[in-house]
């Protein structure tokens, strides 16, 4: 059985920084690749980052580059989203997500081919 749960969220204020964490059981970790995507009231799940099964390639969406940074502690099966200057417009719920298969660098984005998913964690930033 597969499960990813992330933790982390909270409230800040513009400019402040969370790290979100998803722990991981389940499958082989290390052949699957990984993703964090949000999704805010109103619109639609769109897909923040991921890192590749092997954590050689990472993405990114433009809207967070140079500001969130992925990490992934193999041993202990965590995959880390280090979140820093946010804003506001990055207050949404954040969810980890897992799929087997290729195409990384085309599909990374795209939340109906992840099979995976977790609960859910709280972002909240405050102007």
């Known amino acids: 059985q597969v499960h990813l749960v992330e933790s982390g969220g909270g409230s800040v204020q513009t400019g402040g920084s969370l790290r979100l964490s998803c722990a991981a059981s389940?499958?082989?970790?290390?052949?699957?690749?990984m993703g964090w995507f949000r999704q805010a009231p109103g619109k639609e799940r769109e897909g923040v980052a991921a890192?590749?099964?092997?954590?050689?390639?990472?993405a990114y969406a433009d809207s967070v580059k140079g500001r969130f940074t992925l990490s992934k502690d193999n041993a202990n099966n965590i995959l880390y989203l280090q979140m820093n200057s946010l804003k506001p417009d990055d207050t949404a719920m954040y969810y980890c997500?897992?799929?087997?298969?290729?195409?990384?660098?085309?599909?990374?984005?795209?939340?109906?081919?992840?099979?995976?998913w977790g609960q859910g964690t709280q972002v909240t930033v405050s102007s």
């Open positions: 890192i590749d099964s092997d954590g050689s390639t990472t």
């Open positions: 389940g499958y082989t970790y290390t052949t699957v690749s």
């Open positions: 997500a897992a799929r087997t298969g290729g195409a990384f660098a085309r599909l990374w984005g795209e939340s109906g081919v992840y099979h995976y």
